[in-house]
């Protein structure tokens, strides 16, 4: 039966009349007004009845059908589709609203200081970037390969390690890094060594690729290598700085790592993650320089300029670095052109060069100041290099209290005992002195040195 349908045309105001028709459709539909299987009017009739041209009625039904709300049977008309409505979802619920976030000195680790001024030679770079038209196209999935030829070059320079643009991949940082290599390269019961006490976020990734982990314990030098054994994959080690106790691989052990790796046949991985930052003597050249075949070597940029530029490289043979570029190929997910463009005009211009002696000269001076105000309270360990020094506690101490009590006045400091998994130590605080501003870490030190004072 053909309908004559209550339709209200608004000639003064609102949408086109033919999506006014279309709107007033689809609700006739939805409240059971027009059932399916129901023939609608012709576009001529429709039009009549509504004072409208044709034209208009033609489209209200182009527009119902392209959606799927009418049906034609030639030679018999136009009908209303079968649309069980959806019930409308039910909206969520939150039982408890989030706190306010409370502002907190930080002594963290691992956050560079950012100047609130932006430097001269970041603002150059990316004035380079913004007047040149983005690629047309896709880009290499290993990089920008003019960027990869600049990386060649500073990580030759920087960290001693000889290796061509078809060595480099350009990774979102470190993790990006690492767990691309992990998702890539692991297989079904494989095992990896992580440092223990270690970085947090290694062992995430390593559990979220479901590989079994090894713990190996850490001494003032470092990954322990004798605990190594002959049945792993892969071995996730910071030899330049370990993380968090500070050690710093010899050379005597890092020949011994090597020699480990090509008898087993496992694949070392180089977390370099502030090597750019020693104070003591020069840097010693990154593992990876020894043997490219075996190590993996992770660099980043959220050390030097920041963790939200979400940028780094990884060095590796080329053959890793092919096997991970195809996989990104097909995945899509490496940094985008802005980002690198910017990489590489802050490299030629010897901007992140720059910005690490800047730094190095200001972390010097509140290191001193670190250490001197914590000195008292324990031992002091990991202070010649890095953005953080290491306060181990006496036994009896419970660390993640410290950090709690810490917390309530005011301060973020992170308990030793979090980077902790199965091999036992003393406790401590890890402690970051490279975010805050001067005067902000002489506060944070003097809040966290009175909750010492009160409670070990
Ligand atoms: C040991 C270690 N590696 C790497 C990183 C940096 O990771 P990304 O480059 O992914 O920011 C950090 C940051 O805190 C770290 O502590």
């Known amino acids: ?20 028709l279309a709107e007033q459709f689809r609700a006739a539909v939805l409240d059971g007004r027009l059932q399916a299987g129901h023939r609608l009017p012709s576009t001529r009739a429709l039009a009549k009845q509504l004072g409208v041209s044709r034209a208009v009625a033609q489209s209200a039904y182009d527009q119902l059908h392209a959606e799927g709300w009418l049906e034609g049977r030639t030679g018999a008309g136009t009908f209303v589709t079968d649309v069980t409505p959806l019930r409308p979802a039910q909206p969520r619920r939150t039982t408890s609203r989030p706190e306010p976030a409370r502002e907190l000195l930080t002594l963290r680790p691992g956050i560079p200081y950012i100047d609130p001024t932006p430097d001269p030679g970041w603002r150059r770079a990316w004035r380079e970037v913004s007047a040149q038209s983005p690629p047309g196209g896709y880009d290499d999935a290993a990089g920008l390969p003019a960027l990869r030829v600049a990386l060649a070059e500073h990580v030759g320079r920087v960290r001693g390690i000889a290796c061509g643009p078809e060595n480099i991949l350009v990774t979102n940082g470190t993790v990006h890094g690492l767990r691309l290599l992990l998702g890539v390269t692991r297989q079904l019961g494989d095992r990896i060594a992580i440092e223990d006490p270690g970085y947090p976020n290694a062992v995430v990734a390593a559990q979220d690729h479901r590989l079994e982990i090894l713990d190996v314990p850490v001494d003032r030098d470092g990954l322990q290598v004798s605990a190594l054994t002959e049945d792993l994959h892969a071995v996730y080690v910071t030899p330049s700085h370990q993380y968090p106790l500070g050690g710093r691989l010899p050379v005597a052990r890092r020949n011994e790592l090597i020699r ?8 070392l991985i180089e977390d ?45 043979s080329e053959g890793t670095v092919d096997q991970l570029a195809t996989f990104r190929a097909n995945s899509g997910d490496w940094p985008g052109w802005p980002m690198q463009a910017a990489l590489l005009a802050m490299l030629r211009d010897g901007y992140l060069d720059h910005a690490v002696r800047k730094h190095r000269r200001r972390y010097a001076d509140r290191r001193i100041h670190a250490c001197a105000a914590l000195a008292p309270y324990g031992r002091v360990i990991g202070q010649d290099a890095g953005l953080h020094i290491t306060l181990l506690l006496p036994d009896h101490v419970d660390d993640r209290r410290i950090s709690a009590l810490a917390h309530e006045a005011g301060v973020a400091v992170a308990p030793l005992t979090d980077f902790r998994r199965s091999v036992p130590g003393p406790p401590g605080l890890v402690i970051g002195y490279a975010t805050p501003t001067a005067e902000d870490l002489h506060r944070a030190l003097a809040v966290l040195t009175k909750v010492l004072d009160t409670s070990i």
């Open 260 to 267: 480990w790796a090509r008898r087993t046949g496992a694949m």
């Open 272 to 316: 370099d993650y502030d090597s750019e930052f020693r104070f003591d003597v020069a840097p010693l050249p990154a593992l990876a320089q020894l043997d490219l075949d075996r190590v993996v070597h992770l660099g980043t940029l959220s050390k030097t300029l920041s963790p939200a530029l979400r940028l780094g490289w990884l060095v590796a």
């Open 1 to 20: 039966m053909e309908s004559s349908l209550p339709l209200v045309i608004d000639r003064t105001a609102g949408p086109a009349l033919h999506l006014q």
